[in-house]
């Protein structure tokens, strides 16, 4: 297994939904539903809510950030993202409605692995494995 | 790696400058160890995007934030909000999204920061000098600013971007750094018709591509006119941060850090993509999701239309006036200039309806629409389809123009011939 780096500290179990291309929260994801709504993404239509939401980076709007914080506030977030590229504003949405609500959503560079998984990441070490 | 902190980076953690200031510099912080950062700089403005309302966690952060006192200690310019706020009859939204929406702009205007309401806040007439460093939201205002302008921003996202306007400070990584910022690859043009790179509808096509082909990588385009416009390079920038991540690109020749391809690259050998007349026509059609000849509406201005842009748009629709329902984004400092030289007046006589504030892809502005919505934007082709659930067809502004006049789509094709 390759080595994983901590992003956004935190720890999740669930299936995994691997993205085959880069999203937007903002324009691609409704915070309502956890649905998948980009229209130029093959993966529309498919729900984020309490997965492992594998995705190799994140891509265009920097109101990426608020939505997925709304996501985690309406419980339609992912239960944890990996990324295979790290994506700054993907990180800064979690540490966001952490502080905000106390809500953790770890974020992780790094690989699934598994179509079950458990994620458990500190400041120091990232840990996915399957479950 | 621990970042190195300065004494008053300290001071406001300790909740010296208030409860705020502690949590703005609590995420400034975390981030510059996201971004592998090893200590913070100052920035000398902002432009914050966090004013938009996407649901209750951005006004809690909004309403936590001034609760603890929150100023802004950098000069700061505001991004567009959900509402219309001086056209309040176009806002469609249900009340309570309104209520919340407004009050999450009004709580960022009582921060200190100028209610500009604005994406294009490069039309704005101070603007950050070339070398300066800024934290920049808003995908399409970033891509300017570190291309056109040559200040340095990251991509700052919603909540850090203020964070940063409150502490003054960012992560010193990515754009702020000089080898970050040389190209990693060149788009060169190839073949390619003087007509179409003489016309404006190439640019948003291109910077779609650019966007696909350069993902979060900076590239370098060659092969465009010295002469190209700001306007032109804001659709390639806009566009490329929709299908893409870019926060920066070159054109060689053109923007102020590429004045050869060598420069562009620090010298460096880069892979090269070809861009022929097939690639931009099959990149046009990606940016339609309808086909036919039906039509609903029209909607240009995205990004916020310049002055320059509206004087075009007034020649346009002057003599052929819409028979369908025709919108024009802009920024309400450009609307107050476009007044003072009667292209308003011009615009409403021709049944123009003018949107400042927010955008016609981003909130319920247009209302019932009876068929698909054209545009000359890149940016809107990408994003309005899923956020407003329309079709939308992509040309350019002489095509939405004279479509908007017939009552139908009307394209014209020899605008992507060869050159007679």
Known sequence: MPEARTLVPGEATGEVLVLSQPLSFWGGIDPATGDVIDVHHHQRGENVAGKILVMPGGRGSSSSSSVLAEAIRAGTAPAAILLLEPDPIVALGAIVARELYGITVPVVVGDAGGRRVRVRATTDAALIERA | ?420
């Open chain 2, 1 to 420: 790696m621990p970042v190195e902190l300065a004494e008053r980076d300290r001071a406001l953690l300790s909740g010296a400058e208030g409860e705020a200031s502690a949590l703005a510099m609590r995420i400034v912080v975390e981030m510059a160890g996201v971004m592998g950062a090893d200590r913070l700089i100052d920035v000398a403005s902002a432009h914050v995007d966090s004013c938009l309302y996407h649901g209750l966690a951005g006004l809690d952060f909004a309403e936590r934030l001034a609760a603890g006192g929150a100023r802004v200690t950098v000069p700061t310019t505001l991004n567009v909000g959900y509402l219309d706020l001086l056209h309040p009859d176009l806002n469609r939204g249900d009340p309570q999204a309104t209520a919340n929406a407004r009050r999450q702009m009004d709580l960022y205007a009582a921060m200190g920061a100028r209610p500009t309401w604005t994406c294009a806040p490069y039309q704005l007439p101070e603007r950050p000098a070339f070398g300066q460093h800024v934290a920049w939201a808003e995908s399409n205002a970033i891509a300017f600013c570190n291309s056109v302008l040559g200040a340095r921003t990251n991509r700052y996202g919603d909540f850090l971007d203020v964070c940063a306007a409150i502490t003054g400070r960012v992560p010193f990584a990515g754009l702020h750094r000089d080898e970050e910022r040389r190209a990693r690859l060149v788009l060169r043009l190839d073949g390619v018709p003087e007509r179409l790179l003489g016309g404006d509808v190439l640019y948003p096509v291109l910077g779609h591509l650019l966007g696909h082909e350069a993902g979060s990588a900076v590239a370098a385009i060659a092969g465009l006119p010295p002469d190209t416009s700001e306007d032109r390079l804001k659709a390639i920038g806009a566009a490329g941060a929709s299908s893409g991540s870019v926060a920066m690109f070159h054109v060689v020749g053109v923007t102020p850090e590429a004045p050869t391809l060598e420069a562009a690259t620090g010298g460096v050998p880069v892979p090269e993509v070809v861009v022929t007349l097939d690639r931009l026509r099959a990149a046009r059609d990606e940016l339609s999701t309808a086909a036919g000849e039906r039509l609903g509406a029209v909607s240009v201005g995205t990004p916020h239309a310049s002055l320059a842009e509206l004087e075009r748009l007034v020649g346009l629709v002057a003599l052929n006036p819409p028979r369908v329902p025709f919108f024009v984004n802009t920024g309400r400092d450009v609307l107050a200039e476009a007044a003072s030289r009667d292209l308003l007046g011009q615009l409403e006589a021709a049944g123009v309806r003018i949107v400042t504030d927010t955008c016609t892809y981003l909130a319920p502005i247009m209302g019932e629409i009876d068929g698909p919505v054209m545009t000359d934007s890149g940016k809107w082709a990408w994003y309005a389809p899923g956020n407003i659930g329309v079709d939308v067809v992509f040309g350019a502004l002489e095509e939405c123009v004279g479509s908007a006049a017939a009552g139908r789509v009307v394209h014209d094709e020899t605008l992507w011939g060869p050159d007679a």
